[in-house]
């Protein structure tokens, strides 16, 4: 089978496969659970060590995409923090794009050791812990990707950052109003999310949930990106057809 997808990818077959590839994967996913998938608790450090064997520290198509938004609101000079920075592959290619001062923050002390050995500024910090206690002065940003839909109680992270930030927070998140989420809910399972177990993600947003959710919280949507999702359609019905958004946060008082 391996043979066979690697002459159809030399072929000049190559795109008409990639295209039925795809829509294959999609369609899948409407019924089926990941091959990865286990009941249970994950251990932070020991998915580091999976991630390792299997490109770690690499971007793949989507986070490259959802990391050149990040790139692109921030400017030379600014000061930038990023929260949960794992593999630090994101804090690596704003660096490559802009020149920035830039700080991250990580649980698993092997994701920071991993981070410092490639040269970031790196520091051990659990966020679920007030804020305060690692942070002593301001940034222009601060970055949230993929982590407010981990969090129990996102609010109060989002609130005791208020003091910490100048320009605003950046907010990457999956659409659960994503049409694909919403057929595989009529085939009667929950939206796919998840990777390894479905304890990954504790709260959920639609487009419509999160301008409600950041107004009761006192902050402004200053700007939303739809970066990932259904080409041609993602950017003019972005509830229905995009798969993930960036968010700019700015303080409403």
């Not at 039925?20 to 450090?45: H, W």
């Not at 020149?99 to 981070?115: F, N, T």
């Not at 839909?149 to 996102?154: A, N, R, S, V």
């Not at 950046?170 to 659960?176: A, E, Y």
Request: charged residues 25%; positive net charge; hydrophobic residues 40%.
């Amino acid at each position: 089978m391996r043979a066979l997808k690697d002459g159809f990818l030399k072929s000049p077959l190559r795109l008409p496969y990639l295209w039925a590839a795809n829509r294959y994967r999609q369609l899948r996913r409407l019924f089926a659970y990941p091959e990865t998938a286990r009941v249970g608790v994950v251990d932070y450090d020991t998915y580091w060590d999976n991630k390792a064997q299997s490109g770690l520290g690499i971007l793949s198509p989507w986070r490259q995409r959802r990391a050149q938004v990040f790139t692109d609101v921030l400017k030379d000079g600014d000061r930038v923090l990023d929260l949960g920075v794992g593999d630090g592959a994101l804090l690596l290619y704003i660096l490559q794009h802009k020149r920035i001062e830039a700080v991250g923050l990580d649980v698993s002390p092997k994701a920071v050791e991993y981070c410092r050995a490639h040269g970031l500024d790196v520091r051990l910090a659990d966020i679920n812990r007030p804020i305060s206690e690692t942070l002593d002065a301001p940034f222009d940003y601060i970055i949230l990707s993929e982590i407010i839909e981990h969090l129990p109680d996102p609010e109060s992270l989002l609130n005791s950052l208020r003091p910490f930030v100048r320009k605003g927070i950046l907010v990457s998140i999956p659409n659960t109003g994503y049409h694909q989420h919403r057929l595989r809910l009529l085939m009667g399972r929950f939206p796919l999310q998840w990777v390894v177990t479905p304890g990954e993600h504790l709260r959920f947003w639609t487009r419509a949930d999160f301008h409600w959710w950041a107004r009761q919280i006192h902050f402004r949507v200053a700007r939303e990106f739809p970066y990932e999702g259904t080409p041609g359609l993602k950017g003019v019905w972005p509830s229905l057809f995009a798969a993930a958004f960036v968010y700019l946060l700015e303080d409403a008082g």
